[in-house]
């Protein structure tokens, strides 16, 4: 199955942007739920927000209205757009199918590290 890289992350003030990219490595036209998961230190992995093919997307509570993903299938990538940035979005943020994680099935990348710090 197709692996994800994830790139863009970087140490950036509260209520700054940051953008995310995942790139696959193979073609995610057929792969119907895409999210971005982000883990903090001594927490539990969650879910920001999924995107599925016909680019519908849900999001977190905790970032809704702040974060944007979206999903070009020609250029096999993910990418997450994030805004008004706080100190709480701190984390590794990682992408993965839905379907996969669901499963227990998917692998995780190395995730790519935001930080949000004055």
């Known amino acids: 199955q197709v692996q994800f890289v994830e790139s863009g992350g970087g140490l950036v003030q509260p209520g700054g942007s940051l953008r995310l990219s995942c790139a696959a490595s193979?073609?995610?036209?057929?792969?119907?739920?895409i999210g971005w998961y982000r883990q903090a230190p001594g927490k539990q992995r969650e879910l920001v927000a999924t995107?599925?093919?016909?680019?519908?997307?849900n999001y977190a509570e905790s970032v809704k209205g702040r974060f944007t993903i979206s999903r070009d299938n020609a250029k096999n990538t993910v990418n997450l757009q994030m805004n008004s940035l706080k100190p709480e979005d701190t984390a590794v943020y990682y992408c993965?199918?839905?379907?996969?994680?669901?499963?227990?099935?998917?692998?995780w990348g190395q995730g790519t590290q935001v930080t949000v710090s004055s």
């Open positions: 993965n199918t839905d379907l996969g994680v669901q499963k227990g099935t998917s692998s």
């Open positions: 193979g073609s995610i036209f057929s792969i119907y739920a």
């Open positions: 995107i599925i093919r016909e680019n519908a997307a």
